[in-house]
C-alpha cells in the first residue's frame, strides 16, 4: 500500500481517526444504531426534504437548490443491512443529489435481525419502480450505495434485470460489500489498518443478514452475478479498506463482462470516508467526482455525451 503523502488529508485524517476512537462501538444493536445515527453529518438547510411511504418502508425525497426535475437518484445506505437509516447517511445523500444536480430518494429499508434477505432488495426494487412511476425515465436515473448499501444497488440491478426491467443510467458503490463469503485477501492483508471494518463485524452482519441462506445466490453476493448488460459503474475505495477486495473483483469482473466501469482508489481512505465530508476534504473532493459521474451518465444531453468515455467494456483504473 502507497504512503498518504499529501499533509492536508494526513491532518484531517487524524481528527477523523480521532473521531472514530472517542465513539467506540457498542455491543447491542439499539444503541449501536443510535451511535450510527448520532455520528451522521447532517441535511443542510438549503436541502428540501419531504417523507414518503413506499410499500412498506419510510423514504425521503431530497431537493437540492438548481436541481434538473427530469432527472433522480435513488441512494442505498451501509451499515452491513443491520444499521444505518435516514438520519445515518442523510447529510451524506444529500450532497450526493447537491454534486448531481438531481432529486434523490433515500430509502429507508428494512434491517437485519428484525427482517431477512431478501426483504431490502424487495424495498429498493420498489422504490426505483416509484421513481419511474413519477414519469423518470430510467436512463435518468441512477442508483448510489455505500458499504452494503453499494452491494445492495448491485443486487437491486440483478433483480431488475431477471424481471426484464429497464436500467437505471448509471450506478456507483462506496466501499461495496458484495462478498457474502469475504474471499478477498484484504480480509487479511488489511484487518490492521481498517479502524472500521473488521471480519468480526463482518461475519455478524452476514449471519443476521442470510440467517442461514447461502451467501453464493447472486442478489446476496452480487460479484457472484452475470453483469453483461449493467449501465456504466464507479467504484470508489479507500485504500485502507478489508473491503478492498470486493470493490476490485467487481471491477475486475464488470469489466470482463463489457460494462464500462471505472475503479477508484483513495489513498489513505478509510471505509466510507465520504460520510466525514464536513472535515475531511478527500470526503468532498469523491462526493464531487460521484456528482460528475452521474451527470456525464444521466444528463442525456450533447455536452454530456461529449464528455462520456465511450470505451464500453473497459476497466479504468485511477489512483487519487
Known amino acids: 500500500m502507497g504512503v498518504q503523502s499529501n499533509p492536508v488529508r494526513m491532518r484531517e485524517m ?3 481517526l480521532a473521531d472514530i ?4 462501538w457498542p455491543d447491542d ?4 444504531r443510535a451511535l450510527y445515527d448520532a455520528m451522521g453529518p447532517p441535511i443542510a438547510p438549503d ?4 417523507t414518503v411511504r413506499i410499500g412498506k418502508v419510510r423514504a425521503q425525497t431530497m431537493t437540492p437548490p438548481h436541481t434538473d426535475q427530469d432527472r433522480a437518484l435513488l441512494f442505498l445506505h451501509g451499515g452491513g443491512f443491520v444499521y444505518g437509516s435516514l438520519v445515518s447517511h442523510g447529510g451524506m445523500a444529500a450532497e450526493i443529489s447537491r454534486a448531481s444536480r438531481c432529486k434523490a430518494l433515500q430509502l429507508d429499508y428494512r434491517l437485519a435481525p428484525e427482517y431477512s ?7 429498493a426494487c420498489a422504490a426505483y419502480e416509484w421513481l419511474l412511476d413519477t414519469g423518470l425515465a430510467p436512463q435518468k436515473t441512477a442508483i448510489v450505495g455505500d458499504s452494503a448499501g453499494g452491494g445492495l444497488a448491485l443486487s437491486t440491478l440483478v433483480a431488475l434485470k431477471t424481471k426484464q426491467r429497464p436500467l437505471p443510467g448509471a450506478v456507483i458503490c462506496v466501499s461495496p460489500w458484495v462478498d457474502m463469503e469475504a474471499t478477498g485477501e484484504s480480509y487479511r492483508t488489511r484487518q490492521s489498518v481498517d479502524p472500521i471494518v473488521d471480519r468480526s463485524i463482518v461475519n455478524l452482519v452476514t449471519r443476521l443478514y442470510l ?3 447461502d451467501p453464493k445466490i447472486s442478489t446476496a453476493s452480487p460479484i457472484r452475478a452475470e ?12 485504500e485502507r479498506e478489508i473491503l478492498f477486495s470486493d470493490a476490485e473483483g467487481l471491477a475486475r469482473k464488470a469489466g470482463a463482462a463489457g460494462v464500462d466501469v471505472t475503479l477508484e482508489e483513495w489513498q489513505g481512505m478509510i471505509h466510507v470516508w465520504h460520510l466525514y465530508y464536513p472535515i475531511l ?5 469523491a462526493i464531487a467526482r460521484i456528482g460528475e459521474f452521474i451527470l456525464q451518465n444521466t444528463a442525456g444531453d450533447e455536452l454530456s455525451r461529449g464528455t462520456r468515455d465511450r470505451d464500453g467494456g473497459t476497466l479504468h483504473i485511477r489512483i487519487l
Open 29 to 32: 444493536i439499539a444503541r449501536a
Open 117 to 123: 434477505f431478501p426483504a431490502r432488495i424487495e424495498d
Open 211 to 213: 440467517k442461514g441462506q
Open 281 to 285: 476534504s478527500a470526503g468532498r473532493d
Open 21 to 24: 476512537e472517542s465513539h467506540p
Open 47 to 50: 436541502i428540501r426534504t419531504a
Open 14 to 16: 487524524e481528527a477523523v
Open 227 to 238: 453483469l453483461a448488460g449493467f449501465p456504466p459503474l464507479l467504484i470508489q475505495v479507500g
